[in-house]
């Protein structure tokens, strides 16, 4: 069975920084690749960041590019986000979700998602 | 790519048929994908690539459409289908959601 457990969510100050973590089991986590996508409360899902099994392939939203850094550990089957700068629109519901089998960003599997609150 | 649905909410009664519409600000081919979520989940997925089920979906749920037109068909609503569904288009990214539809009881 597909886990997916995000941790590392919290409150933080506007211009802060929180790094989420996604711990990954039941699949052969390098052979997919992972997204993190993001809900404000109230809203749809915002796409964040993909990268690749081998991480060679990353995109962000425009939103987050050059704030927040995806990268994965495949020996320690996980997957995290660095965020930096952060602004109070980036306060939403974290999720991790893996790419359905056949490798288009179509997310078959998501975790239950970490809070980030940015207040100050 | 902007996705817009409609309507964005739609009241209907259990047996019923209802049609979500999701359309794309260009063409997209049939790179759509349908989720589910209910209150404090994540998003559950139903359709890919615009009209195939995802496995263990119910066959009640249908995709249909291509370019930059799609709808996403429930027919003999059940009480565990009341819901918000969302589309999301994987053309290049961003890959962007709908605004989403919440499916009410009448």
């Known amino acids: 069975e597909v886990q997916l457990v995000e941790s590392g969510g919290g409150l933080v100050r506007p211009g802060g920084s929180l790094r989420l973590s996604c711990a990954a089991s039941?699949?052969?986590?390098?052979?997919?690749?992972m997204n993190w996508v993001r809900q404000a409360p109230g809203k749809g899902p915002e796409w964040v960041s993909s990268?690749?099994?081998?991480?060679?392939?990353?995109s962000y939203a425009d939103s987050v590019k050059g704030r927040f850094t995806v990268t994965r550990d495949n020996a320690k089957n996980s997957l995290y986000l660095q965020m930096d700068s952060l602004k109070a629109e980036d306060t939403a519901i974290y999720f991790c979700?893996?790419?359905?089998?056949?490798?288009?960003?179509?997310?078959?599997?998501w975790g239950q998602g970490a809070l980030v609150t940015v207040s100050s | 790519i902007q996705m817009t649905q409609s309507p964005s909410t739609l009241a209907a009664s259990v047996g019923d048929r209802v049609t979500i519409t999701c359309r794309a600000s260009?063409?997209?081919?049939?790179?759509l994908a349908w989720y589910q979520q209910k209150p404090g989940k994540p998003p559950n997925l139903l359709i890919y690539k615009a009209s195939n089920l995802e496995s263990a979906v119910p066959s009640r749920f249908n995709g249909s459409g291509s370019g930059t037109e799609f709808t996403l068909t429930i027919s003999r609503l059940q009480p565990e289908d009341f819901a918000t569904y969302f589309c999301q288009h994987y053309k290049t990214s961003p890959y962007t959601f709908g605004q989403g539809t919440k499916l009410e009881i009448k």
């Open positions: 990268i690749s099994g081998g991480s060679a392939f990353i």
């Open positions: 979700a893996r790419d359905r089998p056949g490798g288009y960003p179509v997310f078959s599997d």
């Open positions: 260009e063409n997209i081919n049939r790179w």
């Open positions: 039941g699949f052969t986590f390098s052979s997919f690749s």
